[in-house]
T-cell receptor, first 118, second 113 residues
Framework: AQTVTQSQPEMSVQEAETVTLSCTYD???????LFWYKQPPSRQMILVIR??????QNATENRFSVNFQKAAKSFSLKISDSQLGDAAMYFC???????????????FGQGTILTVHP | KAGVTQTPRYLIKTRGQQVTLSCSPI?????VSWYQQTPGQGLQFLFE???????NKGNFPGRFSGRQFSNSRSEMNVSTLELGDSALYLC????????????FGSGTRLTVV
């Protein structure tokens, strides 16, 4: 079974600074997706960024980028120029890319609460 | 376009009762999956439906069930409610099974007393 671990229950950052959230995962699969989701107090899970395991290039979405280390099974999220609106719970998630009965399932980490100080 | 709509937003039920939660996916999306979120267990996968068929199921007791209608709307039902069923129930929709771009709703907060 796949597992996803976020070792930082809480992180804080000053507005305009950079912060990195950590995530490690365990899987025997070679083809999969990794995601970072943001959950603000409104409760809706919002997709921040997605990485395909077969792509060596790290994904980037505006101020958000990842450091994907497949061999180390590490998938960290870097938020640059942090804004007050970035404050939320962040979840790292894993999904098999194709095939099998479980490949539609997302496996989530426990989450990291990010606080942004003005 | 309209997002994923979950109703109701909040619900209070008594132990032993049953409850039905509803999820309307984004228009054109045929995959709907459900997750339970609690402080202790985090986010756990319940099940996924595609074209009215359950394709995946998580490790939950048989008291948790679901279905999907021909218009892709989905319902999940929990019978014989227990205090531990108190949680935020999230629904996500996608175009196809395994669709990597799932869109989540804002959830239904269920409290069992």
């Amino acid at each position: 079974a796949q597992t996803v671990t976020q070792s930082q229950p809480e992180m804080s950052v000053q507005e305009a600074e950079t912060v990195t959230l950590s995530c490690t995962y365990d899987t025997s699969e070679s083809d999969y997706y990794l995601f970072w989701y943001k959950q603000p107090p409104s409760r809706q899970m919002i997709l921040v960024i997605r990485q395909e395991a077969y792509k060596q290039q790290n994904a980037t979405e505006n101020r958000f980028s990842v450091n994907f280390q497949k061999a180390a099974k590490s998938f960290s999220l870097k938020i640059s120029d942090s804004q007050l609106g970035d404050a939320a719970m962040y979840f790292c998630a894993y999904r098999r890319r194709a095939g099998g009965t479980s490949y539609g399932k997302l496996t989530f980490g426990q989450g990291t609460i990010l606080t942004v100080h003005p | 376009k309209a997002g994923v709509t979950q109703t109701p937003r909040y619900l209070i039920k008594t132990r032993g009762q049953q409850v039905t939660l509803s999820c309307s996916p984004i228009s054109g999306h045929r995959s709907v999956s459900w997750y339970q979120q609690t402080p202790g267990q985090g986010l756990q996968f319940l099940f996924e439906y595609f074209s009215e068929t359950q394709r995946n199921k998580g490790n939950f007791p048989g008291r948790f069930s679901g279905r999907q209608f021909s218009n892709s709307r989905s319902e999940m039902n929990v019978s014989t409610l227990e205090l531990g069923d108190s949680a935020l129930y999230l629904c996500a929709s996608g175009r196809e099974v395994g669709e990597h771009g799932y869109t989540f709703g804002s959830g239904t907060r269920l409290t069992v007393v």
